[in-house]
């Protein structure tokens, strides 16, 4: 199996919150896209959401403050980053 190039990272996002609003999903689906991220929804409700997140190391670090600033209609208490398996 080939090993990821340090340029491209696979990473968790653990975001926890509030994130019982309809617009928060699609909302890191879209900032994902924008800044050249694969990403992966692995699990979601109303107090936590798990992201499988692909790309350049500082898109990921930029994605994960995005989701501490969210969107306005979601309170985010904390996220968490992980380095993930290179296969998801």
């Known amino acids: 199996m080939a090993m990821p ?10 975001v926890r919150g509030a994130l019982d609003s309809a617009s928060f999903l699609p909302w890191v689906a879209q900032h994902s896209r924008r800044l050249g991220l694969k990403c992966q929804t692995l699990s979601a409700d109303a107090r936590e959401a798990v992201f499988r997140v692909e790309g350049h190391p500082e898109m990921i670090d930029a994605l994960e403050v995005g989701c501490l600033l969210g969107p306005f209609d979601v309170w985010i208490d904390t996220v968490t980053k992980t380095h993930a398996a290179s296969e998801p």
């Open 5 to 14: 190039s340090p340029s491209h990272r696979a990473h968790h996002l653990i």
